[in-house]
């Protein structure tokens, strides 16, 4: 399990933050009454996750994707009371099977809300792609370490001493990110076109209402004190 490591605070500027991608435009009205399911299998519509407030929900490729996986041990890392203070709701879905949800959080140590949509009601009615476009000026997600070899073996590695063998969803699917609530307000999305593409965490929080971004890097932090 992740070790419960805030990471240091710093802001991000808008100028930065417009060049990461083009917003998508998403209706949330079509896919409302799609289900989604918590890890015990129990079944809630797709309203209910940002009806009563503001939520950023992150839909991920798969629970073997060793993007995905480094993606979320960063999320694991938001402190609660940055999305207490913010009020808002951070919430996961993949598309593999509900069983598959308990062994993925344990492996990253993500703590908070977490649903799986099997028949990816929600990734096909609101167009999320499948497939991979690479492009040159494209930018890597900053919470993927791994290079694709190594990923790839990782994710191998997982798939074949996973209890339950499968993909855990579909290897084509690409996910994406959207901030939306209370209702059906959408304020922000992004849909990723490949595996890297992830909008970063520091960015979708600013944009969510969470005045200080977090610092995910690896590298050495200077500290004014």
Same mark, same amino acid.
């Given at each position: 399990?992740?070790e ?20 998508v ?23 209910k ?9 992150i ?14 041990d ?19 879905i ?19 809300e ?12 609101? *167009? ?9 000026? !494209?930018? &890597?997600?900053?919470? $993927?370490?791994?290079?694709? #070899? ?15 063998f499968?993909?855990? *969803? ?9 901030? !939306?609530? &209370?209702?059906?307000? $959408?304020?922000?999305?992004? #849909? ?34």
């Amino acid at each position: 399990m992740a070790e419960g490591v805030s990471p240091v605070t710093r802001q991000v500027t808008k100028g930065n933050m417009e060049t990461w991608s083009q917003r998508v435009d998403v209706r949330l009205e079509e896919v409302e009454d799609c289900l989604v399911y918590d890890r015990h299998g129990v079944s809630a519509p797709f309203k209910k996750l940002h009806q009563d407030r503001r939520a950023v929900i992150i839909f991920l490729r798969n629970f073997l994707c060793y993007s995905c996986k480094e993606y979320v041990d960063d999320l694991s890392k938001i402190p609660r009371e940055a999305l207490e203070d913010a009020d808002i709701r951070l919430i996961l879905i993949g598309q593999s099977a509900h069983h598959h949800i308990e062994p993925f959080c344990s492996l990253t140590g993500y703590p908070y809300e977490i649903y799986v949509d099997p028949q990816r009601c929600i990734y096909q009615k609101l *167009g999320m792609k499948r497939g991979e476009t690479f492009t040159n000026s !494209a930018t &890597p997600s900053p919470h $993927v370490k791994s290079g694709v #070899f190594l990923g790839q073996m990782k994710s191998i590695w997982r798939a074949m001493t996973s209890p339950a063998f499968d993909f855990q *969803g579909d290897l084509h699917q690409q996910g994406g990110a959207i901030i !939306a609530g &209370p209702g059906s307000q $959408v304020h922000f999305s992004h #849909f990723d076109m490949n595996r890297l593409d992830h909008m970063p965490i520091t960015w979708l929080l600013q944009l969510a209402g969470v005045q200080q971004t977090l610092d995910f890097s690896d590298k050495p932090k200077i500290m004014d004190v």
